[in-house]
């Protein structure tokens, strides 16, 4: 039996990634052969997932479900590395499989939602083994499951990189459909400016005050002004205050639409494929420049 040492785990475990403890197991068993325990830990573990694991997963796409009746949809964001692995169509069937999930098993977060049954495994044991399979970090961000108070309707854009769900009370299909699509085009925040966080008036009174008076306004009507801007920006903001976009008067807004249908919005979910997610940007000058100088300084 082969001597395992501290150095041979560190070595193990920065090729593969993998837990201490789980190299050292892999190592005794294959009595110190460096190769064979790094065949073993990607049997077992699947090294490429935790290797990829520290990956930024910005790219993906957004998986959508809406049943027969519209009563009931869900859309989940599943990322991955690369816009090619978006294409990819384990991939894409992986995202339906999980969306159909959630509409249909109802789980309360992400973690629930993997642990769910899926093929010969659970959601997790599948995403893990593609990530095995394709070599590329992907992960489930977030869901959203909607019952119906109208009825649902749906539109995804830029190959799944925008999906909408909107649940519309009254009108016909025609309408919902415009509705959905406006969503995609104007990405509202919210439905009306309660759903609009307070924090984010604050900031734009603040900075309206701060122009102003930089502009020389009198102080006696910056509140005013601060509050003309505020209006503003809650009809750029808010589903119902936005100008439809297909207004023939280039005027009519989104409230006032539905109030000439008969009709009403109970709510609505946007999601952007990778939206407040860091991108990595990549230097190459600067990575060459310092492989060049790590060279020079071993030459030293």
Known sequence: MAAITAGMVKELREKTDAPMMECKKALAEADG?????????????????SKAAARVTAEGIVGLYLSGDGKLGSMVEVNC???????????????????????????????ALSALPLGEGTVESTRTALIGKIGENMSIRRFVRTEA??????????????????????????LAKDLAMHVAASKPKSLDASGVPAELLETERRVAIEKAREAGKPEAMLDKIAEGTVQKYLKDVTLLGQVFVKAEDGKQTIEQLLKSKGASIAGFTLY??????EKR?????????????AAAAAKA
Not at 33 to 49: C, T, Y
Not at 89 to 98: G, I, M, P, S
Not at 272 to 277: D, H, T
Not at 281 to 293: L, N
């Open 281 to 293: 940007k990549d230097d190459f000058a600067a990575e060459v420049a310092a492989q060049a100088a």
């Open 33 to 49: 052969d460096m190769v064979k325990a790094e065949e073993i830990l990607r049997v077992k573990l699947g090294s490429k997932a």
């Open 149 to 174: 108070k109208g009825k649902l309707a749906s539109y995804v854009h830029g190959g799944s990189k925008i999906g909408v769900i909107v649940d519309v009370i009254g009108g016909d299909e025609a």
């Open 81 to 111: 590395e690369t816009d090619f692995v978006a294409k990819n169509d384990d991939f894409l069937a992986f995202t339906k499989n999980v969306s159909e999930m959630v509409a249909s098993q109802n789980p309360a977060d992400v973690a």
């Open 272 to 277: 952007i494929v990778g939206e407040g997610i």
